[in-house]
């Protein structure tokens, strides 16, 4: 065998792609994922737990109102969510190209 010792036993090359760092790589990639989701999935669950809390006081709302409302919470969270995520591009895209992207990670990371 020609390529027997090419590579000796220590520094076995891997053609399958899974090591521990691209493991390491996909979890943090997949948790951020999770962590950044999963609140907007719950939003609507989160709407009906502060509404019905209200409901219980008893203001006489019935369910079909504290749905009505919660729709109309869901629908503003996800608007300002999306202004306030257009807003941060329009002012981080700038100052991360005059300043550099280095130094704005550092300065938000402080």
Avoid at 63 to 70: I, K, N, P
Wanted: charged letters at 15%.
């Amino acid at each position: 065998q020609e390529g027997a010792d090419q590579y000796p036993d220590h520094q076995k090359f891997s053609f399958t792609g899974w090591n521990r760092l691209n493991l390491a790589l996909f979890s943090s990639y997949a948790f951020t994922s999770a962590a950044s989701s999963v609140p907007i999935a719950l939003i609507p669950t989160i709407a009906m737990d502060i509404l019905s809390s209200y409901n219980e006081d008893g203001d006489g709302e019935d369910a079909q109102s504290v749905e009505a409302a919660a729709s109309i919470f869901v629908s503003t969270v996800a608007t300002y969510a999306v202004l306030g995520t257009a807003f941060g591009k329009f002012l981080n895209g700038p100052i991360g190209d005059i300043c550099g992207a280095r130094r704005v990670a550092c300065l938000y990371a402080s």
